[in-house]
């Protein structure tokens, strides 16, 4: 069983979707006949000091010469392209959405992540995107080429149907309040809709962005949502199907996604969606499964949510939209086996 050393910046047990995407992959690999490394790389990426670009050349440049090497792109994009060319590795790089892709970067950042990461990308022999949307982003916006290129879509696992809430509808989000996910965008929606019965759970970290935490909580108690929102945390695995089981609505405003792990979580439920149309959420969540709306305009979101807690016949036809695709999703087999193919392309 060839090895493959994958090298992945900061905690592998933080609770986001691209390191979810990490730990499944790891577990799934070595069914496709590769056993998988883990290597971890400083935390500060994609926005490594000096001594953490040294300590990843450190790292990197100790792996057993013309070996695979599988680096995330939280890293890959950020490391510059003198260090990237030492290493004899056969390189792919897994991109789940461009560096420059995140929201809140001021023109300066996004312009110097461009260049960045176009310039590593050119010297990873395959690179693996997790979605459509980043793979025709990669080949129009950073120059790589359809034949290096391998779609690996996140598997999701099967789930019972949500059996809902019972007679006061419930919404539930599931991300890190970051400004990417647009929290104030759905509190500011939220506020237009108090006139109908719901309750709202957010789940997700409260700690990563305390400044965006700060300011929800604010909007919550000037919108006067102190008994209809619920800030959760994050939750593990079996607490988080408990609270997946009882939703009625899933609804997430990202600015952007380059996939949506747990947009296909909720469809895999039955669950309908609310989010907008940014990224990859188009290519996640079709449009016989929920509502898209245009980002940062929380009257369309309101006008959504709406549409769904007023009409339970339509939020019926949603929901069993949303089960029956949901059934089709890619399991995590078939992403490491997708991956697998990237890795093997990699080779000289």
Not at 128 to 153: I, K, W
Not at 180 to 189: G, Q, S, T
Not at 215 to 230: A, H, Q
Not at 245 to 261: K, N, Q
Request: aromatic share 6%; charged share 20%.
């Amino acid at each position: 069983m060839p090895d493959v050393w994958f090298a992945i910046p900061g905690d592998l047990a933080t609770l986001t979707g691209g390191y979810a995407y990490a730990r499944r992959l790891i577990e799934a690999l070595p069914a496709t006949g590769w056993y998988p490394h883990h290597v971890p790389l400083p935390a500060s990426f994609p926005t490594p000091s000096a001594d953490d670009i040294a300590a990843t050349r450190d790292v990197l440049a100790a792996l057993p010469p013309e070996t695979p090497a599988l680096i995330d792109g939280l890293a890959f994009g950020a490391l510059p392209r003198a260090v990237i060319e030492e290493f004899d590795l056969s390189l792919t790089a897994l991109v789940h959405h461009p560096l420059a892709a995140e929201t809140g970067l001021s023109e300066t950042d996004v312009a110097q992540l461009k260049d960045s990461e176009r310039a590593a990308l050119a010297l990873a022999q395959s690179v693996v995107a997790t979605s459509p949307h980043t793979v025709a982003t990669l080949m129009r916006d950073y120059n790589v080429s359809r034949g290096r290129l391998f779609l690996a879509l996140p598997g999701t696992d099967p789930a019972p149907r949500a059996r809902n809430s019972g007679a006061t509808p419930k919404l539930l989000t599931v991300a890190t309040l970051t400004h990417r996910k647009a929290p104030d965008v759905l509190m500011e929606a939220l506020s237009r809709i108090k006139d109908l019965a719901w309750t709202s759970d957010l789940v997700g970290s409260l700690e990563r962005d305390q400044r965006v935490t700060a300011s929800v909580r604010n909007l919550i108690t000037k919108y006067g949502l102190e008994n209809r929102v619920t800030l959760r945390g994050e939750m593990r695995d079996v607490t988080l199907a408990q609270i997946y089981s009882e939703a009625d609505i899933f609804v997430l405003p990202s600015r952007h996604e380059g996939y949506g792990m747990v947009f296909a979580e909720a469809l895999a439920r039955g669950i309908p969606v609310v989010a907008c149309a940014a990224g990859a959420v188009i290519d996640t969540v079709p449009a016989n499964t929920g509502i898209l709306v245009p980002p940062g305009d929380p009257g369309a979101l309101a006008d959504a949510l709406r549409a769904l807690l007023s009409d339970q016949t339509y939020r019926q036809r949603l929901s069993d939209a949303a089960w029956t695709y949901g059934q089709t999703l890619p399991q995590w087999n078939e992403t490491a086996a997708q991956v697998s193919d990237a890795l093997w392309a990699s080779l000289p």
